[in-house]
């Protein structure tokens, strides 16, 4: 009965490595996808795409000059653009927060990225091609699960979320303006939360197409092998 037990031993140990290198596979491809989606996100194009299809908040945007200012208000959010539109002081304040908030992610993608590549090097090198394609696949997977638990949260109460998101990464209040400003008549909620879910169900497309991918590529490979 000894043999058993070694195999049941040997089989725990397996399955353990497989979940812990699931789980980084998973968080590290999170973390890669959401960064780098969010970019995507934050242009005058996509901006004034949506506030036209959702046809509210243009109020202060219509105009050349004020589409000028809201693409100013996204040049210095990406680029640190210097000059500013005549915004309050309050706007401008978290406006800095934001663009600091917004280069520690590009920090933090570039950092998971690096790992995740590295993370990839390391499992390929310990196991055989059809082994790390499926660890890879099963990873996606899994983020797919998260990302499937968060979208659905964030349709059922964007508020809460939204909220508890400003409390997290701003200081108390200072997120939080009169509706004639031109931060809140250009972003309103309803920008926010549909660009939300559009930013999540991007990331769940990518990760969906990891998944099918890196299982397929398994397939043919253990096939081949």
């Known amino acids: 009965m000894g043999w058993e037990r070694s195999l049941t031993i040997s089989d725990n140990r397996e399955l353990k490595y497989a979940l812990v ?51 100013t208000i996204i040049d210095y959010l990406n680029n640190g653009a210097k000059v500013l539109p005549d915004l309050s002081e309050r706007e401008a304040v978290h406006l800095a927060d934001v663009r600091r908030l917004f280069n520690s992610l590009a920090r933090l993608s570039m950092g998971a990225a690096a790992a995740l590549l590295a993370a990839l090097v390391l499992v390929g090198r310990a196991s ?20 499937l638990l968060f979208l659905a949260a964030l349709l059922v109460n964007f508020s809460w979320i939204f909220t508890r998101f400003h409390q997290l990464f701003f200081a108390p209040d200072s997120w939080l303006f009169s509706s004639d400003t031109l931060l809140i008549q250009a972003f309103p909620e309803q920008f ?34």
């Open 128 to 147: 055989s091609r059809p082994d790390t394609a499926r660890h890879l696949a099963w990873a996606a997977a899994g983020a797919c699960g998260l990302v």
């Open 21 to 71: 290198i699931r789980f980084i596979l998973a968080s590290l491809l999170l973390l890669v996808l959401l960064t780098a989606n969010l970019r995507l996100f934050v242009t005058p194009t996509y901006v004034f795409w949506q506030s036209d299809r959702l046809e509210t908040g243009r109020e202060a945007s219509v105009g050349p000059e004020n589409d000028a200012s809201v693409a």
């Open 192 to 225: 926010w939360l549909v660009t939300g879910a559009s930013w999540i169900g991007l990331t769940l497309v990518e990760l969906l197409t990891i998944a099918l991918a890196a299982g397929v590529g398994a397939r043919f490979t253990r096939a081949a092998n």
